[in-house]
């Protein structure tokens, strides 16, 4: 069956756009169709091409993501075309174009704006080429097949949280401390790329914990900065973090009559770029306390900032579990299956909902770098002292 469908879809990925659609139609898989249902001798599609585009190579995850599916596709039979896109848009359309002209077989594709690959998911669905969307949601597409992602609305819920937690509103819990201190504490916001969407699903998880608090004048945001797109940091760059943290400490912090007690950071790169704009102005020392700061993806730079009590607080979210669900799922579609979802309601991507497989995340502070980090081997004790992943 699946050494059918698997020939099917090559043929259709080198054929002609009519010639593509003709054999779509008629049972080639679809765009995920997950067809196949028409028998044949199986073997999983071994030795077929899957095309994989990651965002950048500026982020550690990404590249710990690349690392993972390619050996994942590897061990499971696949040939690899792996391409990072440096961030830019025209290059990761290019780099799919490209893929799908090889004859890719299965395409996972993290996205760097999901809404930006219209016609090359076109030319996919055409061909029958399933698309799994990694990590962040590929919008206003029907030819999206699946979604392997975290659960990213508690992904912010677990960053609001942590930040209550430090500045001692919640206790190790999530729970309201007995000894609470009053405030109020003031606070800024940052939140990822607009174009990525799963930056509002972390806004808006860390928000549902956050708001309350806000409202009965626990927590104050003195800049008033608090909309989406005002506190949004476009391409998640580090440089706009610290930019915008520098722009919030002339315009609302200079004249010394109030400090910053925390920050919510959606990331750990802008978080260290945060960190960097509080230390030039002399957070960290003597009596100005470095605020409490989230953070997000539990980099070994983090970890090491987090052990040395200037960063709080980051979230693991293992990039070893979701390339193996990623792997799973293609091979699924290989074999003219349909991938298991956990989660059919949370991701509409304007088009339709996409199926999708969420893996939980675990807050990290300082208490449990060692136990979920080092001993998960996700990072080693020498990474996390040197704050430099291998
Ligand atoms: C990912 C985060 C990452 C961010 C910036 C998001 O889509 O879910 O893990 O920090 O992109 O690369």
């Not at 003709?22 to 095309?51: I, P, R």
């Not at 040939?79 to 830019?88: E, G, L």
């Not at 990331?267 to 945060?274: C, F, H, K, T, V």
Request: charge should be negative; proline fraction near 4%; hydrophobic fraction near 40%.
């Amino acid at each position: 069956m699946a050494r059918k469908l698997w020939a099917v879809r090559g043929l259709a990925a080198l054929a002609s756009g009519a010639m593509a659609l003709s054999l779509a139609a008629c049972g080639g898989g679809g765009a995920g169709a997950g067809g196949g249902a028409d028998g044949g001798d199986a073997d999983g599609g071994k030795g077929g091409l899957v095309g994989v585009a990651m965002p950048t190579e500026t982020y550690e995850r990404w590249v710990a993501d690349g690392d993972a599916v390619k050996s994942g596709l590897e061990e499971a039979g696949y040939q690899v075309d792996i391409q990072f896109a440096n961030d830019d848009i025209p290059t990761q359309q290019q780099q799919i174009d490209a893929m799908i002209n090889k004859g890719a077989e299965a395409l996972i594709i993290a996205s760097i704006d999901g809404t930006t690959l219209g016609s090359q998911l076109e030319a996919a669905g055409a061909a029958g080429i399933p698309v799994i969307s990694y990590d962040r949601l590929i919008r206003d597409s029907d030819n999206v097949d699946f979604y392997v992602t975290f659960d990213n609305f508690q992904v912010g819920v677990q960053q609001g949280t942590s930040l209550l937690t430090g500045l001692g509103i919640l206790d190790e819990n999530g729970e309201p401390a007995a000894d609470a201190p009053k405030g109020p504490f003031n606070i800024e916001l940052f939140a990822g790329s607009p174009d990525d969407n799963n930056a509002g699903f972390f806004y808006n998880g860390a928000m549902s914990v956050l708001q309350p608090y806000l409202d009965d004048g626990t927590l104050v945001v003195p800049s008033k900065q608090i909309d989406f797109d005002t506190v949004a940091i476009q391409r998640w760059l580090q440089d706009k973090a610290q930019g915008r943290m520098d722009d919030l400490l002339t315009s609302t912090y200079s004249k010394g009559d109030v400090t910053v007690d925390g920050i919510l950071a959606p990331a750990d790169p802008l978080s260290r770029g945060i960190i960097t704009s509080l230390q030039n102005v002399g957070y960290g020392k003597g009596d100005l306390k470095m605020p409490v700061i989230t953070g997000q993806d539990a980099e070994a730079a983090s970890a090491k900032l987090i052990e040395d009590d200037v960063q709080y607080s980051t979230i693991f979210k293992d990039t070893r579990l979701l390339a193996e669900q990623a792997v799973t799922a293609t091979q699924a579609y290989l074999e003219g299956k349909e991938p298991e979802a956990n989660d059919t309601e949370s991701y509409d991507n304007g088009k339709k909902v996409v199926p999708s497989y969420l893996l939980p995340t675990v807050i990290i502070t300082k208490d449990n770098v060692k136990s979920e980090l080092v001993d998960s081997g996700y990072l080693t004790a020498e990474e996390v002292a040197s704050g430099q992943a291998d």
